[in-house]
């Protein structure tokens, strides 16, 4: 039971953090607390924030292995969700490194476009991302459905 309590309150803090911008503020706050400038890497503690929740999601996976392993038929959703969410994080990353495509593209106009196109695409991974996660949790649900219905008869 302390499982379902650990995964309700984890997607529900994930949750809040993407309603309340959680992570996205996080930087900002920590550079008003410590009186200083973001510089390069300080700038994108958001994006490290984000990859240690997919760390924590994994060792919980790993830590539960047995228990995932009953629901096999969901770790390609769940694949394809990491994946996706990868790639958002870097995504983010880039998009938000103007420092980078200065150095490759002389054009403000230019990289301000690519920049752009790169949230665009961000977002949309995004979206697909959870879109897996809730392919994962309904598969999920069915097998857990149709395994207590057979032990009910």
């Known amino acids: 039971m302390w499982r379902l309590f650990?995964?309700?309150?984890?997607?529900?803090?994930?949750?809040a953090d993407e309603l309340l911008r959680i992570h996205e503020t996080f930087d900002r706050y920590l550079h008003k607390l410590l009186g200083v400038r973001p510089v390069g890497i300080t700038d994108h503690l958001d994006d490290l924030?984000?990859?240690?929740y997919g760390v924590a999601i994994v060792v919980v996976m790993l830590r539960n292995l047995p228990e995932v392993l009953r629901y096999v038929e969901a770790v390609w959703?769940?694949?394809g969700a990491f994946i996706l969410a990868a790639?958002?994080?870097a995504l983010d990353f880039l998009a938000s490194a103007k420092w980078y495509w200065r150095g490759i593209l002389s054009d403000d106009l230019q990289i301000q476009l690519l920049i752009d196109v790169l949230d665009v695409i961000e977002e949309v991974?995004?979206?697909y991302a959870e879109l897996c996660f809730i392919g994962a949790l309904l598969v999920c649900l069915r097998i857990a459905s149709t395994a207590a219905a057979r032990d009910n008869n």
């Open 6 to 15: 650990t995964f309700a309150f984890a997607f529900a803090f994930l949750a």
């Open 49 to 52: 924030i984000v990859c240690l």
């Open 77 to 79: 959703f769940c694949a």
């Open 87 to 89: 790639c958002s994080v």
């Open 125 to 127: 991974c995004k979206v």
